[in-house]
C-alpha cells in the first residue's frame, strides 16, 4: 500500500466510527460521485502539520481502540497472541512486533527494533500524516500509563486508515461501474444531438423512414426485457438474501460452536487438574503407606524387646535354685518358728507376771526381818542398860556380840536363790531379741519373696497382656495397612479408569468439535465463494445490459 492509494477514497465513508462491521462492502451511492472529490488537504488524517492538541482518551475510547485493534489483528491473521489483557498492559517486545506488523502493511520495508523504534515510529506517524502530535517523551515508556494510550489511539487510528482503503478496494470494480454509467450518460447526451441531426438531415432529404417509431418499438423491446432482468434480479436478490440469512445462522452455530469449544478447554484443564490431583493423591498415599510401615517395623522391634525381656525373665527364673518343696519347707520353718516366738512370748509375760509376786514377798520378809533385827538390838541395849545398872557383871561377852544389820538387795536376794537373776534376765531379753530379729528376718525374706514371686507373676501377666495386645494391635494394623492398600489401589485405579474415560470423552468431544468446526467453516467459505460469484455474475451481467443498452442507443 502507498499512501496514494488511500488518497483516492472518500473520506466521509462509516470506517471510523467503531461499530463499523469489517465484513460489510461500502457502496458509493451516484449522489456521493456527483460531488467534486474532497483534496487531500481537508483529510483531517492527511494534514500536512500535525495539530499540537494531545487527543484527550476516556476509557470508552480505550475500550473502543482496543476492540479496533483486536479486530485489525484477527483479520490480518496476527501470529501473536490477541487478548484484551494484552492489550491492557502489554510488553515491549509485544509492541515492537505489534508496530512491525501494523507498519509493514503500509510499508513493506519498515523495520522496528528496541534500538530505533523512538525514530521510526516518530517518523512513520508524521509522514503517514497523523493528525495528532507525538513527542518523544511518550516513546520513554510507551507501555505504562498515558504514554501507552497516546500508542493505542494511533495503532487504532492506523486499522481504522486500513480498514478503510480495504473495504474501498473490494468496491473499485462498482466503482468503476457508477463511473462508466455517469461517462455513458454523458455519451447519451452526445448521440441524442447526433440524432437530432441525423434526422433534421433525413428531414432535409426528404428521408420517409420513421426512426421515431423504429426507436420507440426499439426501446419498448428493451424495457420490456430489463423489466424481466429487474424481476429475474430481484428473485436472485431474495435468494441471496435467503443465503445470507442461512449464512448467519451458520455463523451463530460457529458462536456456539466456538463457545462449546471453550467449554470443552475448561472441562479438559479440569480433567487435568483432577488427573494431577489424583497422582497428588496417590502420591500421598504411598507416602503414608511407607509411614504405616515404618511403625509396623518399629511395633515389630518393641514386641521383639518385649519378648527379649520374657526369655530374660524367665531364664532368671529357671536359674533359681528355690523349688516347691522348699518353699513349702520355709513356710513350716516360718510356722514352727512363729509358735516358738509365741511360747517364749508366754513365758516372758508369765516371768513379768511372777517377778512383782516374788519382789512383793522379798520385800514382806525384809520387812520382817528388819522388824525382828529391831526388836533384837532394842532387847540388846535393854540388857547393855541393866548391866549398866548392875555394876557387877561384865560387858565384854555382850559386846562381843553384834547389832543386827538386816540389808536385802538384789545380790543377797541372788545369794540367797543362788542365782544370777540380773544375768539371766539380761540374757533372757537377748534371746528374745535375737529370736525376734531373726524371725522377723525371715518374715522380711519369706515376705519378699513372695512379693518376688507375686511381682514377678504380675509382670509376666502384664507381658502376657501387652504381647497379646501387641499381637491384636499388630494384627489390626496389618489388617488396616492391607485394608488401606487395596483401598488405595482400587482408588487409585479407579480415578485412572474415570481419567481415561474422561479425556477419551473429551478427546471424542474435541475431535466432534473440531469437525463440526471444519465443516462450519468450509461451508463458510462455500457460501462466501457462491456470493462472490453471484456477484461476479451480476456485475457481468450488468456490464452486458449496459453494453448492449449503449450499443442500441448508438444504433438509434
Not at 474501498?168 to 447526433?194: A, G, H, R, S, T
Not at 489424583?278 to 509411614?291: A, G, M, N, R, Y
Not at 516372758?348 to 520378809?365: Q, Y
Not at 547389832?403 to 537373776?421: E, H
Given at each position: 500500500m502507498n499512501n496514494h492509494s488511500v488518497y483516492k477514497f472518500n473520506p466521509t465513508m462509516s470506517v471510523f466510527n467503531n461499530n463499523t462491521n469489517l465484513n460489510n462492502s461500502i457502496y458509493i451511492s451516484a449522489d456521493k460521485k456527483s460531488k467534486s472529490r474532497t483534496s487531500l488537504n481537508t483529510l483531517s488524517f492527511y494534514k500536512p502539520n500535525a495539530s499540537v492538541y494531545v487527543k484527550k482518551i476516556d476509557k470508552t475510547d480505550k475500550k473502543d481502540n482496543v476492540k479496533t485493534l483486536i479486530r485489525y489483528l484477527g483479520w490480518k491473521n496476527y501470529s501473536g497472541t490477541i487478548s484484551p489483557n494484552l492489550f491492557?498492559?502489554?510488553?515491549?517486545?509485544?509492541?515492537?512486533?505489534?508496530?512491525?506488523?501494523?507498519?509493514?502493511?503500509?510499508?513493506?520495508?519498515?523495520?522496528?527494533?528496541?534500538?530505533?523504534?523512538?525514530?521510526?515510529?516518530?517518523?512513520?506517524?508524521?509522514?503517514?500524516?497523523?493528525?495528532?502530535?507525538?513527542?518523544?517523551?511518550?516513546?520513554?515508556?510507551?507501555?505504562?500509563?498515558?504514554?501507552?494510550?497516546?500508542?493505542?489511539?494511533?495503532?487504532?487510528?492506523?486499522?481504522?486508515?486500513?480498514?478503510?482503503?480495504?473495504?474501498?478496494?473490494?468496491?473499485?470494480?462498482?466503482?468503476?461501474?457508477?463511473?462508466?454509467?455517469?461517462?455513458?450518460?454523458?455519451?447519451?447526451?452526445?448521440?441524442?444531438?447526433?440524432?437530432?441531426?441525423?434526422?433534421?438531415?433525413?428531414?432535409i432529404n426528404k428521408e420517409e423512414k420513421n426512426i421515431k417509431d423504429m426507436l420507440s418499438a426499439k426501446?419498448?423491446?428493451?424495457?420490456?426485457?430489463?423489466?424481466?432482468?429487474?424481476?429475474?434480479?430481484?428473485?436472485?436478490?431474495?435468494?441471496?438474501?435467503?443465503?445470507?440469512?442461512?449464512?448467519?445462522?451458520?455463523?451463530?452455530?460457529?458462536?456456539?460452536?466456538?463457545?462449546?469449544?471453550?467449554?470443552?478447554?475448561?472441562?479438559?484443564?479440569?480433567?487435568?487438574?483432577?488427573?494431577?490431583?489424583?497422582?497428588?493423591?496417590?502420591?500421598?498415599?504411598?507416602?503414608?503407606?511407607?509411614?504405616?510401615?515404618?511403625?509396623?517395623?518399629?511395633?515389630?522391634?518393641?514386641?521383639?524387646?518385649?519378648?527379649?525381656?520374657?526369655?530374660?525373665?524367665?531364664?532368671?527364673?529357671?536359674?533359681?535354685?528355690?523349688?516347691?518343696?522348699?518353699?513349702?519347707?520355709?513356710n513350716e520353718n516360718i510356722d514352727?518358728?512363729?509358735?516358738?516366738?509365741?511360747?517364749?512370748?508366754?513365758?516372758?509375760?508369765?516371768?513379768?507376771?511372777?517377778?512383782?509376786?516374788?519382789?512383793?514377798?522379798?520385800?514382806?520378809?525384809?520387812?520382817?526381818?528388819?522388824?525382828?533385827?529391831?526388836?533384837?538390838?532394842?532387847?540388846?541395849?535393854?540388857?547393855?542398860?541393866?548391866?549398866?545398872?548392875?555394876?557387877?557383871?561384865?560387858?565384854?561377852?555382850?559386846?562381843?556380840?553384834?547389832?543386827?544389820?538386816?540389808?536385802?538387795?538384789?545380790?543377797?536376794?541372788?545369794?540367797?536363790?543362788?542365782?544370777?537373776?540380773?544375768e539371766n534376765k539380761k540374757n533372757i531379753k537377748s534371746y528374745i531379741e535375737k529370736d525376734k530379729k531373726e524371725l522377723s528376718n525371715s518374715v522380711n525374706i519369706i515376705e519378699e519373696n513372695e512379693n518376688q514371686i507375686k511381682t514377678i507373676e504380675n509382670d509376666i501377666e502384664q507381658i502376657k497382656d501387652c504381647i497379646y495386645d501387641l499381637e491384636e494391635s499388630i494384627r489390626k494394623t496389618n489388617e488396616n495397612i492391607n485394608n488401606f492398600i487395596s483401598d488405595s489401589n482400587n482408588k487409585f485405579n479407579q480415578i485412572i479408569r474415570q481419567n481415561e474415560e474422561t479425556l477419551e470423552e473429551a478427546r471424542s468431544k474435541q475431535n466432534e468439535a473440531n469437525e463440526m468446526f471444519k465443516d462450519v467453516i468450509a461451508?463458510?467459505?462455500?457460501?462466501?465463494?457462491t456470493l462472490n460469484k453471484i456477484k461476479m455474475e451480476n456485475e457481468q451481467l450488468f456490464k452486458e445490459k449496459l453494453s448492449t443498452l449503449q450499443k442500441v442507443l448508438k444504433t438509434i
Open positions: 491492557k498492559n502489554p510488553s515491549m517486545t509485544d509492541l515492537i512486533n505489534i508496530w512491525n506488523f501494523i507498519f509493514k502493511h503500509v510499508d513493506p520495508l519498515i523495520e522496528v527494533n528496541k534500538d530505533n523504534y523512538g525514530e521510526v515510529v516518530l517518523s512513520f506517524y508524521r509522514d503517514i500524516g497523523y493528525p495528532y502530535t507525538i513527542s518523544k517523551s511518550t516513546l520513554v515508556a510507551p507501555t505504562t500509563g498515558l504514554q501507552y494510550n497516546t500508542h493505542l489511539s494511533a495503532l487504532a487510528w492506523l486499522c481504522q486508515l486500513l480498514i478503510f482503503e480495504a473495504e474501498c478496494f473490494n468496491d473499485i470494480n462498482e466503482e468503476k461501474d457508477v463511473n462508466f454509467l455517469y461517462d455513458f450518460n454523458e455519451d447519451c447526451e452526445i448521440k441524442m444531438e447526433d440524432f437530432i441531426l441525423q434526422s433534421y438531415r433525413s428531414y426501446l419498448e423491446k428493451e424495457l420490456e426485457r430489463l423489466e424481466n432482468d429487474i424481476e429475474i434480479k430481484h428473485e436472485d436478490i431474495q435468494e441471496k438474501k435467503k443465503k445470507i440469512e442461512e449464512i448467519k445462522s451458520n455463523m451463530k452455530e460457529n458462536e456456539e460452536l466456538i463457545k462449546r469449544n471453550k467449554v470443552l478447554r475448561e472441562e479438559n484443564i479440569k480433567i487435568k487438574s483432577l488427573h494431577t490431583n489424583s497422582l497428588e493423591e496417590t502420591i500421598k498415599l504411598e507416602k503414608d503407606i511407607e509411614i504405616c510401615k515404618k511403625a509396623n517395623l518399629d511395633e515389630k522391634n518393641k514386641t521383639e524387646e518385649i519378648l527379649e525381656e520374657i526369655n530374660k525373665i524367665k531364664e532368671t527364673l529357671q536359674k533359681q535354685t528355690l523349688n516347691k518343696a522348699q518353699f513349702i519347707q520355709m514352727k518358728n512363729k509358735e516358738k516366738i509365741e511360747n517364749i512370748k508366754n513365758e516372758i509375760k508369765s516371768l513379768n507376771n511372777e517377778h512383782p509376786i516374788l519382789s512383793e514377798k522379798l520385800n514382806n520378809r525384809n520387812n520382817d526381818l528388819k522388824k525382828l533385827a529391831k526388836s533384837v538390838n532394842d532387847k540388846l541395849t535393854e540388857i547393855l542398860e541393866i548391866l549398866n545398872i548392875y555394876n557387877n557383871l561384865s560387858q565384854s561377852n555382850w559386846n562381843s556380840i553384834n547389832t543386827i544389820s538386816i540389808n536385802i538387795d538384789a545380790l543377797t536376794i541372788d545369794t540367797m536363790l543362788n542365782v544370777k537373776w540380773k461451508s463458510k467459505d462455500d457460501k462466501i465463494n
